[in-house]
């Protein structure tokens, strides 16, 4: 029997002698009167042994996860991570894509007397993002519905049992895994519940604070269920594709249904005043006659159009109750979220968001370690508020007039709940009731816990530690670089996470080394950092025993800080591993690794200095798939002191690069392109945008288009979202409560705590806090 190899041997030379009969016979050749013969396609190759195209699928479709015992990171696990953030990433262009969703129709742009351009496909997209954003809040409200069922019977935590039970130090340990998974592919919800989870969990003190707070501490020490879902996920059009059992025990579960409410036109929302329950539209647009005649007169109208409603989802929420004169407005609602906070902690003795964890994010005790600041930040926050709120001499309405929850309720604006902070820590007599001692004067953790406590209403009316929708899209970002470096199709997938798992271990290792400083992952790094928080219980464990503390992750950083953290790490990294940090070669990385390669490493041809030319610049990098700092946290602090800091930075930077410049020029290498755009769909339609770096480039979200911006946070003092005077230092903002010179993606021992800006005071990294910290719920 012929084998492969003879029968193609033997083809080959069929062909070659046909071709040599024909040469020497030319006359057997067709006449040109001739007919010309009929054409049938002949394969040239043996269809029985023939290879088939690669399957592209192959590294991800049938994945089976093997989680690590002690609960750190593994390539399957970074692979099936990859795998849901492009479902979430198709789920946000399917949606922003959709015509008419929500009362948005495309007809604003492509009706308008203005001829299509190039500027159309972005105006489109901003459509796209408002239509993103309403889907956002519908998706935290049906993870609020969903949240709340999966225990039902789970109760808030008296404070004087939950101190009992810290100290023990076992409030927090990750728990028999015998007891098997809290889900399976029969309990699964839907992707938009689970993009809401996965953005929760990314925040891990205040996911731990809630939990604990809330009685859900079975399902913190739940892990993401990476197998279930990547299995549930097509591995070509990466839509979620449950079980019926999965679809109707979502809806028996939380009396929804299992696609999102994309239908529903108006938001049930209790009237903070009287109770009644009021169908709140998600957005109202504000049309007026007739169209500008010129594109960038569109764009301003549409952004005028879309940011001057008066819906739950709008800025400017105004509207008037069906049962009362009351009108309905953001503020109110988070007026309501504080007043119910505080009648829980009067009669149930429930303790105040924020006044759980110490500053090292450690409930009193845990896996050996103690946090000696939790006393306080439990304490003094709780009495305060009790002693604020039975004393009558505070009410504007009048001396010695009673106040209770009910009052707070009745201020139209939430800087009448700072007043009242400001008033009471202003009163020597109650701020020694408070402390219980004579002293009046505050101790730096008591100031921190004010703010910790306030971070966590500012701009936030939700019953969860931060605001999830800011959460969500903030994530975004990420998960755009993600889909734009597309691991996932690579062949050396499994050899790229394993990479990038050891570099997380070197990463770790810089942390549990330096304390007091903030480091700031890049790309590669953040993905498995990510993926090694989705393990809440055994990511405590991990960070507790290694760093001496739990370390946060922030999700909302001052551009100043992560670019002055970002230049540190690459300087720390290169000098552990003698390798570059960041493996990207635009512009900002080539800046920032200038800023750090010392002149002398250079003349001497050290190896930290070869590590930073040789291995690089091999060949172009398209920017959009280049691994360099992770700036899905980065936002722009609005204020004067902090524009001035920043355009100092700014400077400096580019001095960096035109060094880098230089360098390159020396060396025979292009110059790293300070005008790199990209392309990018994430909204449904295809626009070039300029590639971030901080304090230049793209932010990805309109801010005017949230009722919370998750772009920007407010610093200076008096500002809406700061924090209440006497809290901080006269520099101190109070939105970020250390301005810029704080906040960051892994907590110091120093800052980091889930402050009011993460890093107040403290100094280092901070965990989540309102503005700079992110977790707290800040704008």
């Known amino acids: ?258 696609e999102g409410m994309t239908d529903i036109k108006a938001r049930p929302t209790l009237c903070p005043a009287c109770s009644t329950v009021n169908h709140v539209p998600w957005t109202t647009q504000i049309v007026s006659l007739g169209y500008p005649n010129t594109p960038t007169r569109l764009e301003a109208k549409l952004d005028e159009i879309l940011s001057s409603g008066q819906g739950f989802c709008d800025k400017d929420l105004r509207h008037r109750c069906t049962g009362c004169p009351t009108y309905i407005t953001h503020d109110r609602l988070r007026l309501t979220k504080f007043a119910n906070d505080v009648e829980r902690a009067q009669v149930n003795n429930i303790p105040m968001s924020g006044t759980i964890l110490g500053l090292q994010g450690i409930p009193w005790e845990a896996h050996g370690r103690t946090d000696s600041t939790t006393d306080a930040i439990s304490s003094f926050p709780n009495q305060m508020i009790r002693i604020t709120t039975r004393s009558g001499q505070y009410s504007r309405n009048g001396p010695n007039r009673p106040f209770n929850a009910w009052d707070i309720r009745c201020f139209d604006t939430f800087g009448e709940v700072r007043w009242l902070v400001e008033t009471t820590l202003k009163n020597k007599k109650h701020m020694r009731a408070a402390r219980g001692n004579r002293a009046h004067r505050l101790e730096r953790t008591e100031r921190i816990a004010i703010r910790k406590m306030m971070s966590r209403y500012w701009d936030n009316s939700s019953p969860f530690a931060l605001d999830l929708v800011g959460a969500v899209v903030r994530q975004g970002s990420f998960i755009e670089k993600m889909h734009n470096i597309d691991w996932l199709h690579s062949p050396a997938l499994p050899s790229t ?50 760093c001496k503390q739990f370390i946060d992750h922030d999700d909302k950083v001052a ?64 920017p959009a798939k280049s691994v360099h700092i992770s700036s899905h946290n980065a936002v722009r602090p609005i204020d004067v002191k902090y524009d001035l800091e920043s355009k100092r930075h700014a400077l400096e930077l580019d001095n960096h690069y035109l060094k880098a410049c230089e360098r390159a020029k020396k060396k025979g290498r ?27 480039g793209f932010v990805p979200y309109a801010p005017m288009y949230y ?17 209440c005077s006497g809290t901080c230092g006269g520099s101190v903002a109070a939105g970020s409560c250390a301005g810029a010179g704080s906040g960051g993606c892994a907590g110091g021992s120093g800052g980091g705590y889930s402050g009011c800006g993460g890093g107040g005071g403290g100094g280092g990294g901070g965990g989540g806090g309102c503005g700079g910290g992110g977790g707290g719920g800040g704008c």
């Not at 989870?197 to 925040?203: F, I, K, Q, T």
């Not at 000098?575 to 800023?595: D, H, I, M």
């Open 1 to 258: 029997m012929p084998t492969r190899l003879s029968r193609l041997f033997s083809s080959a030379d069929k062909e070659k002698a046909e071709l040599v009969e024909a040469e020497r016979n030319p006359s057997s050749s067709p006449s040109t009167g001739d007919a010309p013969p009929s054409y049938q396609g002949q394969d040239h190759y043996d269809r029985e042994d023939s290879i088939p195209p690669p399957d592209i699928t192959a590294g991800f479709s049938n994945l089976s996860v093997s989680p690590s015992g002690d609960g750190f990171p593994t390539k399957t696990e970074c692979i099936a991570h990859l795998k849901v953030l492009e479902c979430f990433y198709r789920l946000k262009q399917s949606i922003a894509a959709h015509d008419g969703l929500f009362g948005i129709d495309n007809a604003l742009v492509t009706g308008a007397p203005v001829p299509q351009n190039d500027k159309t496909p972005e105006l489109l997209a901003k459509l796209g993002e408002k239509r993103w954003a309403i889907y956002v809040q519908q998706a935290v409200d049906r993870f609020e519905a969903w949240w709340k069922a999966i225990r039902p019977h789970s109760r808030m935590a008296d404070r004087s049992q939950l101190v009992f039970e810290a100290k023990q130090g076992t409030l927090c340990d990750p728990g028999d895994d015998n007891k098997g998974p809290l889900f399976d592919d029969s309990t699964l919800p839907p992707a938009d519940v689970l993009m809401v989870w996965h953005a929760y969990m990314l925040n891990p003190r205040c996911y731990l604070e809630d939990c604990i707070r809330q009685g859900k501490l079975d399902v913190w020490r739940a892990s993401f269920p990476w197998e279930i879902v990547a299995q549930s996920i097509n591995s070509e059009t990466f839509v979620c594709e449950a079980t019926p059992a999965a679809k109707t025990h979502f809806s028996k579960l939380t009396g929804l249904q299992w």
């Open 559 to 622: 551009e100043t800080k992560l670019n002055d953290s970002f230049a540190w790490t690459s300087k720390a990294y290169q000098r552990l591993t003698g390798q570059p940090y960041s493996e990207c070669t635009c512009w900002y990385c080539e800046a920032v690794r200038e800023s750090h390669t010392s002149a002398a490493s250079r003349i001497f041809n050290t190896t930290s200095a070869q590590a930073s030319s040789a291995v690089l610049h091999v060949s172009e990098q398209d």
């Open 670 to 696: 292009p110059a790293p392109k300070r005008n790199d755009y990209y392309y990018s769909d994430a909204y449904g339609y295809p626009v070039y945008i300029p590639a971030y770096s901080p304090y230049g």
């Open 497 to 546: 996470m394993e990479r990038l798992v050891r570099k997380y271990e070197n990463f770790m290792t810089i942390m549990a080394q330096n304390p007091t400083r903030m480091a700031v992952p890049t790309l590669d790094v953040d993905l498995a950092w990510h993926t090694h928080q989705l393990r809440p219980s055994y990511y405590m464990q991990y960070t507790v025993k290694r």
């Open 707 to 723: 009722p919370v911006t998750p772009g920007c946070m407010a610093v200076s003092e008096g500002a809406v979202g700061n924090c």
